[in-house]
Structures are given as C-alpha cells and as structure tokens.
C-alpha cells in the first residue's frame, strides 16, 4: 500500500511543483526522505530567504511554489517575507515539520503550539490534518487555494510520522478557475462612466501584470486618451514607462494624492488597493467632484477602499472588456513627462548619476528585482520599465526581499528556458537582511547581478526621522560593512565600482558571466524628500 508520503509526491509531480524551497529541519526530514530525483531541493541558509526565493520563481513562473519550513523556529523566521507574500498576492504552499502525534500532547521540544494560529494573518488558509490520511487532500484544496483569486500564500503543518503511513488512496486532481469576470451590469456602468467623463485618469496596480494584462492595459489607455500612473506602492509595473501617456508614480500619501489628481473628473483604478498611503499626510481622499472607479479581484480590497465603486474582477480581463466595449476617445492626449536632465557624474555617484548610468546600460529584456527606498524616486525617473514582467520589488513594506526574489527570480528564468537577465539594485542596509540568499545564488550558478549602492546610512529612515520630526534616533548609520568582501565569501564575484564608466562596463560584463555578481557602487549621502 502506498503511503502518505509517496501520494503526496505523486500530487505535487502532477501539480508541477517540483522544485521545493527550504531549509531542512529533524520535522521535515521524514518528508524529505528518498528524496525524488526529478524534483529539484533549493537550500536557502535561512528560512526567510527560502520564503523570498520561492515567491520570487512563482512570479516569474505564474505557477504556486512549494516553500518547505522548520516548525516553529523557521515559520517564525520565514514570517517577514510571508507577509510580502501575502501582499504581493504570490500563490505559495508552505509546509512545516511537526512533532511526532504521540508526544503533541506533552508539548516537547520544536512542538508547533497552535500551528494553524502562527503564520496568521499572512496566509489564505492554516490546517493542520486531523489525520494522516488527510494530508493529500490538503495538499490539493491547498493548491486550489493558493491560485484562486486573490492568490496567496496558504499553510499546512504536517506531524513528522504522518509520512510513512499509509495512505486511503490519491485525491482527486481537481482544476479551479483562477479568474473572475466582470458583472456585466456595472462593467457597463463602468463603460458609460468613462464614456461620458470629461477628463478621466487611470491607476494601474500590480495586478494588471500579474494578470498577464499588459497589453490590453495599453489598448484601454490608448482609446480613452487618458494619462496614466502608477499605484503608490506598486510591486510591479504594469504600463510601459516611456509611454507618452505614463505620467509616474502617484505618491503615496492621502493630501498628495489628491492635489496628483486635481482637474481629473474621473480617477479609474485597476488592479491595486485605493490607495497604499504611507507617511500620513492628511487631506481629502479625492477631488471635489471627483468619482472614482475600483476594478481588484480582491473583496477585502474592495470592501475596505474609502471612496470610489469597487467591480470584482479579474485585472486583464477588466482591461480587455473596457477597451472592447469603450468608444474611441478624440480628446486630445496628456503632455508627455519631460525627460530628466542629464545629471553631473561626480564621485561619488549621486543617486540620479547611479540610474541614468544603469539605464544607460540596461539589458533589452532585463528584469528589475528593487529594494533601495530611500532611492526609489531617483531609479524611477531613469530607469523605466517597457516591457511586461520586468520590476519586482516587496509590496509590504518590509526589507529583505529583493535579494533572495532575485535568485528565486533567476532560477525561475533558467526553469523556464527564457534566461532574462536578473538585476537586483539592493541598498546595503537591505543587502544585510537575507544576505545568506548570495550562497543559494553561487551554489546554483545564476547569472544575477546585484547592483549595491551604498552611503553608510539607512537613509530613508534618516527622511522619516525628518518628516516625523523625531531628532536623535539612534542606528541609522552603517560604517564598515565590507560589501565585495562578504559577497566573495559567499562564492560570489564581486568587486567596488566608483565612477559611471567602470559601473556600465561592469554590468555588461556581470549580465555575460556564469555565476552571480556583486556590484557595490558608493554614492552621495543625501537625506531625499518622503513625498
């Protein structure tokens, strides 16, 4: 009789999640016992990179992935990135090691108390199987879970001597839609709205790339003749960034916002929350006079906006609908954004002299892995992103996810067979986080490029210190961190790079080479502006 262990691999062959993120624990051996030798085990030194890995390659690859943690000890350490996962709206099944049955009751060492209750609020669905039996079938409705919109990360905690039992028989394969449809009585609504505005605006978030949306987005933009931005906060791009219509990233604050929008009767949202503020700057949400409209396949996003009608529906599928049934617009175009001035190459580089450079230099069909906030602004005035799939950064705030996406990203692109470059621009204070994820990328020999610019500061707390007026705050300097030394240690090349021409002949060499680069880049120290 087969046993639970073999059904479930059997399942996850099926699925086409082979390829298992982790960090092995004694509660996960037995799963990972007699290893298969057509699935693919990616060590990561820390669980938190284990979680950024497996979100990054389930981007890239539109399938769940598979993120195997260490009981409690590893769920805890894996919940920054979780939650990044949660709110990149990554479709990830993670699974956790528990104790042996016989011996929960007595709570023993590395026991998981209340498993389901740990990784919550940043997963779709916590279970813990009542039975051995059980677990197959929570695998798949796991998995069903995981690709329905709004997608996420979902978790099982499995006790360890459930594997080697044996199992009733193997769960139904089941498929389950991914995709929402418009109502058709508000899509229409909608499309009379548009219609008749005087001088509407659209917001593309995340979503509409993650929904393989990108060119419709351009079709419904194009026919309304509307200016576009960018969600504040956005975890991908999802509209050409050079553009004529593409006026930037709306900021991130209430006031802002709304002063951003003045003149537009009209505000369309698609595929992002209304809004993502951070810092508060208060103000009215929108325009006197001004009606917005909400398109997410998310009814909490939907349910908590502050204004606006929300319509449940698929991004890309919303797009295509709209610019379907809209009627060509013959008001004039928006005034394209002036092009940035061409800025002084100093040495240091200044943050403005950093990114030009880069875009510059920057690969046809490179793909763009950020986590540099304090530089933000600067990266997106140079470097604009044209084609889809091609910016990743952490949605939730929090740092130590663009390194360890980057490789999950790379091995992604080489999984594939479509072997896009990979460039992480990382600031050294968030290369620190999950910077063991650099061993991941050496041992695996992934062409991935970080691009480190570095100023002996957490700068955008140094902004924040400023804008909250809170004097005196303690830890926000860096001295000696030794970036191309503790890269070379982890297997990488890795070298200091301090004036433009050695940066762009650097990075054309490090996109060509057979294993991951590291690129530390000295820069200016200058405390940027929050809004």
């Not at 929960?104 to 209340?114: A, F, G, S, V």
């Not at 740990?118 to 779709?124: E, G, Q, S, T």
């Not at 090349?493 to 690129?519: C, F, I, M, N």
Request: aromatic fraction near 8%; proline fraction near 10%.
């Amino acid at each position: 009789m087969a046993t639970v262990r073999e059904v479930t691999y059997d399942l996850l062959r099926d699925l086409g999640m082979t390829t298992v993120f982790g960090n092995p624990g004694s509660t996960e051996e037995p799963f990972l016992e007699r290893f298969p030798s057509d699935f693919t085990y990616v060590l990561a030194l820390q669980e938190a990179s284990a979680v950024a890995m497996a979100d990054g390659y389930a981007q890239v690859t539109g399938k769940p992935a598979h993120v195997n943690l260490h009981t409690t000890p590893g769920v805890g350490n894996g919940m920054g990135n979780l939650a990044t996962a949660w709110h990149n709206r990554t479709p990830l099944i993670v699974s956790s090691g528990q104790q042996h049955r016989d011996m929960l009751r007595l709570e023993p060492l590395l026991t998981n108390r209340y498993a389901h209750l740990l990784p919550m609020p940043y997963v779709k669905w916590s279970y813990e199987p009542a039975r051995a039996q059980d677990v197959p079938a929570a695998f798949m409705q796991a998995y069903a879970l995981a690709v329905q919109p709004p997608s996420g990360p979902v978790f099982l905690s499995i006790p360890m001597d459930d594997w080697e039992q044996p199992a009733d028989g193997a769960p139904a394969r089941r498929k389950v839609s991914a995709r929402i449809a418009a109502e058709p009585d508000m899509l229409r609504e909608f499309v009379d709205a548009l219609a008749g505005a005087r001088n509407p605006a659209i917001v593309f978030g995340g979503g509409v790339d993650r929904a393989g949306g990108w060119d419709d987005a351009v079709r419904l933009a194009e026919k309304l003749r509307a200016p576009v931005w960018s969600a504040p906060w956005s975890m991908r791009a999802s509209f050409p960034e050079d553009h004529p219509q593409y006026q930037g990233m709306l900021p991130p604050a209430i006031g802002p916002v709304t002063e951003t929008l003045q003149g537009h009767d009209l505000i369309l949202v698609i595929g992002a929350p209304v809004f993502r503020y951070y810092p508060y700057v208060p103000g009215q949400y929108l325009p006197e006079g001004t009606r917005l409209l909400h398109v997410t396949d998310d009814p909490d996003e939907a349910a908590r906006a502050p204004v606006g009608d929300s319509l449940l529906a698929d991004p890309a599928l919303a797009c295509a609908a709209l610019a379907e049934q809209l009627p060509a617009s013959d008001r004039s175009g928006p005034q394209p954004q002036s092009a940035p001035s061409e800025p002084e190459m100093t040495t240091p580089l200044s943050p403005d002299a950093l990114y030009a450079t880069l875009a510059r230099v920057w690969p046809e069909d490179g793909i763009l892995v950020e986590e540099s906030p304090s530089n933000m602004k600067a990266l997106k005035q140079y470097l604009r992103i044209k084609r889809p799939a091609s910016f990743f950064t952490a949605s939730s705030g929090g740092l130590g996810y663009a390194l360890p996406a980057s490789v999950g990203i790379a091995l992604g692109e080489r999984h594939t067979g479509r072997r896009r470059p990979v460039v992480g621009v990382i600031g050294e204070g968030s290369f620190q986080y999950s910077i063991q994820a650099l061993y991941t990328a050496a041992q695996h020999r992934l062409p991935v490029v970080f691009v480190v610019p570095f100023n002996e500061e957490y700068a955008i707390l140094k902004a924040f210190a400023e804008f909250e007026h809170t004097p005196g705050v303690p830890g926000l300097d860096l001295p000696g961190l030794d970036i191309p030394t503790i890269a070379r240690g982890y297997g990488c090349q890795s070298q200091r790079v301090e004036s433009a021409d050695a940066l762009a002949d650097a990075l054309g060499a490090a996109t060509k080479a057979e294993g991951p680069t590291v690129l530390a880049v000295p820069i200016t120290k200058k405390v940027p502006a929050l809004i």
